[in-house]
């Protein structure tokens, strides 16, 4: 995160933090550039991985000095020859030797003694709780002139660190973190050995500890319980200046990571001085925030609550950290939530590829990246914000996973309709019987594949909102109601199919059946052996059978078919019972045919000639003036006007009634939809409600037809017999 912080051309760079940050100046205001520099010297990345030790001491005692040197520091200090405070406020620098720990950060805190500030305890009081809220170690810079004067200002300023110690940690029962004190003895003669030294100085902190007063329920408190103390010598700087060198480069071996078992006596450090149990937890991302917190607390003088405070970094950060996190989301994300709103803007479903690993990667990729930073502040406040970005995060996919699901279900029904309609269509062009119900449990078994595919893509492990196997179960049911469309579809077509046949067959064979009443011998002619002579008689009963005999074989092929594609028996019967309609209706168009004028008249004058013009034999007759023209022509005549009334109305010899067409179309099975029947034309007897009867349905020809048909008839023979007649005589004149 700190990457974008430090790039070239942004403000921050290490040359303008020469002599370090302010981190508090003069007029007790925060510099918040503290973050910056932390970026600037790549402390801020380096979580709990970093030190914080500040300095105390009276006036002009050389802590700048001292730091400079131990850690290769730049803080100004006095000119030997002005001796004029330098240092104002709080100064803090990263350590520049290479030998110490990593990411040392130093705090050179103004002097004590208010020679320059007046009688400021104030500033003294504050910068000692900003010291103890935030360093780990304290370093006590200390003339060895100074050791035993009990009323000096060092005392002073060490019963401050220990009131404001106790006020501090009187709220952080937890953790009740711990300090170390380390006292610099500076311009060491050597006289005293630094033991002596120690001893006089221990007696003094116990003095001190014990004249402070404790807050209720930690009277009883001792000073060992908050400070560990640790003690060096340095010689005289100016004096020894090699020795002095020496010394510091000795001193500076100290500030490694050290641990207990290094302890001597019970109160004192040796070795190492950065024990765990002095850090203050505070990630160095969040440093900033909290010390800002922290002085600002201070500078109002409200009580210093370092777990609130604590809470409050951490609500602040893991804010930050999140929003930084959904920036990262936003990058992977916000163009497919775009590409996906286009897509629904002009309805296209549009189903984005790879949707569930990017989503899954990008979430998880997320919630790591926040793990890593946030997860080192406030337990229960990390929890709650981790949750609320998961939260948010989620929010997101959801969204998109649903339109995601939206758009592959859209494109997976519509896809399945047409491959159904395609294959189906390629099956008729190709001419080969194709299996209706297989193309669709192929097409079906494909798109649900596919669905289910995305369905497992989407899905991430221990996360309940991305199982989507409803919508998978929609899905499958929406292919279901899609076959049934296009079975019936497929029904229709299939109707179509047999329908033509049947009208096919009918023309043929009613042609057949009509083309014999051209015929007059039809009666007497030459039957085959054994076989009952067609008579005009049977007619109708001729045609029935022919008609009922197709319709069987037609309804038996439709059944076959449909059953093929697991058409259900009621689509069946409804099938069948309009085939059956639509078969008659065919029928009846065919006789029509068969008895329009001119067509009817033909038959008639064929059935008249062959009776009038041929004998019994079948031989055509000469007509000579001796035959009974006249006779025979009535006879023939009349025997060929019987027909007309035959012909006029479908019936059937055997019971001299129509046939039972209401029996043979069957009632009209609940299945059959009113959108069904919109092409089906009306048949007298059947449907009730058309008002025509079945005598009607019946009907062939007319009273009028009839009456039309008979006059032209007669006089269509009238002509043929006084051709007859004409010949006869002519063959006399011959
Ligand atoms: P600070 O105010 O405590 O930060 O003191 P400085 O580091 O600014 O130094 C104050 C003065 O003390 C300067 O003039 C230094 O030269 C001088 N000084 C630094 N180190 C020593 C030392 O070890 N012994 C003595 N006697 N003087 C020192
Ligand atoms: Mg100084």
Redesign the pocket.
């Given at each position: 995160m700190n990457g974008h912080f430090a790039a070239v051309g942004d403000a921050p760079n290490k040359a303008q933090y020469g002599h370090g940050v302010q981190v508090i100046d003069e007029d007790k205001e925060f510099n918040s550039n503290l973050s910056s520099y932390l970026v600037a010297t790549d402390v801020a990345e380096s979580g709990f991985n970093y030190h914080l030790i500040s300095v105390f001491?009276s006036?002009?005692?050389?802590?700048?000095?001292?730091l400079n040197n131990l850690f290769g520091t730049d803080f100004n200090?006095?000119?030997?020859t002005e001796?004029r405070?330098?240092?104002k406020g709080i100064w803090m620098s990263k350590n520049k030797t290479t030998s110490m720990t990593d990411n040392i950060l130093v705090m050179?805190v103004e002097?004590t003694d208010g020679r320059e500030r007046g009688e400021d305890q104030d500033f003294e009081r504050k910068s000692a709780l900003f010291a103890l809220a935030t360093s780990e170690v304290l370093i006590v810079?200390i003339w060895e002139h100074q050791v035993g004067l009990y009323q000096g200002a060092n005392m002073g300023l060490l019963k401050t660190v220990f009131e404001v110690n106790l006020q501090l940690f009187l709220k952080d029962k937890q953790s009740t973190p711990r300090s170390l004190l380390f006292f610099v003895i500076?311009?060491h003669i050597g006289n005293t050995p630094l033991a002596n030294l120690r001893n006089t100085l221990i007696q003094d902190l116990t003095k001190i500890w014990s004249s402070i007063s404790k807050p209720q329920g930690l009277e009883n408190s001792r000073i060992e319980d908050y400070f560990d103390f640790a003690f060096a010598a340095?010689p005289?700087?100016?004096l020894q200046p090699d020795k002095?060198v020496d010394e510091v480069k000795n001193l500076g071996k100290r500030f490694v990571t050290g641990n207990r078992s290094a302890k001597v006596g019970e109160r004192e450090l040796e070795g190492g001085v950065f024990l765990p149990e002095y850090h203050r937890r505070i990630p160095a991302d969040g440093f900033s925030v909290y010390a800002e917190g922290v002085w600002d607390q201070i500078v109002n003088n409200k009580d210093l609550d370092l777990p609130t405070q604590q809470e409050l970094l951490a609500q602040f950060r893991c804010d930050e950290i999140s929003r930084e996190v959904l920036i990262l989301f936003d990058t992977t994300i916000g163009p497919l939530e775009e590409q996906q709103a286009e897509a629904s803007r002009i309805g296209k479903p549009l189903v984005l590829a790879d949707l569930g690993e990017t989503g899954k990667q990008i979430r998880e990729k997320c919630v790591k990246a926040f793990e890593i930073q946030a997860g080192r502040y406030h337990k229960a406040v990390y929890a709650r914000k981790r949750a609320e970005l998961e939260g948010k995060i989620d929010q997101r996919l959801k969204t998109l996973y649903q339109g995601q699901l939206t758009a592959a279900h859209k494109s997976g029904v519509a896809s399945f309709s047409d491959a159904v309609s395609g294959d189906v269509k390629a099956g008729q062009k190709s001419g080969a019987a194709y299996e209706f119900a297989e193309i669709v449990a192929t097409e079906k078994a494909k798109c649900l594949e596919q669905f289910k595919t995305e369905v497992q893509n989407l899905s991430i492990q221990g996360i309940a909102w991305t199982n989507f196997n409803s919508q998978l179960v929609l899905f499958e049911k929406e292919l279901d109601e899609v076959s049934a469309r296009l079975r019936k579809e497929e029904m229709r077509r299939l109707a179509t199919r047999v329908e033509r046949w049947v009208k096919s067959r009918l023309g043929d064979a009613v042609s057949v059946e009509f083309n014999k009443l051209g015929s007059g011998r039809a009666g007497s002619g030459a039957p085959e052996e054994g076989q009952k002579p067609p008579t005009e008689k049977d007619l109708w009963d001729r045609i029935w059978n022919v008609f009922t005999s197709v319709v069987k074989e037609a309804e038996s092929r439709f059944t076959d078919r449909a059953k093929s594609f697991e058409a259900s028996e009621a689509e069946v019967e409804v099938g069948l019972w309009r085939l059956r309609r639509k078969s008659w209706v065919a029928l009846r168009e065919k006789i029509d045919e068969e008895v329009m004028e001119g067509n009817i008249l033909l038959k008639l004058r064929e059935n008249f000639e062959d009776k009038f013009r041929y004998d019994e034999a079948g031989v055509p007759r000469i007509w000579r003036p001796a035959d009974d023209i006249e006779g025979i022509y009535t006879r023939a005549r009349e025997s060929t006007l019987t027909l007309v009334p035959l012909l006029s109305r479908f019936r059937l010899s055997t019971t001299y009634a129509p046939p039972d067409l209401n029996t043979f179309i069957g009632n009209q099975p609940a299945e059959a939809e009113a959108e069904d029947e919109d092409d089906l034309a009306p048949i007298g007897g059947v449907d009730e409600e058309d008002g025509k009867s079945l005598e009607e349905e019946m009907t062939v020809l007319s009273e009028g037809k009839r009456q039309d048909l008979v006059v032209r008839f007669k006089k269509m023979a009238d002509g043929v017999y006084v051709e007859a007649k004409r010949s006869a005589i002519g063959g006399v004149s011959q």
């Open positions: 001491g006036q002009s005692t050389g802590k700048s000095t001292l200090v006095m000119s030997e001796r405070q330098t240092t050179d002097g810079n500076r311009d340095l005289h700087k100016i002095f």
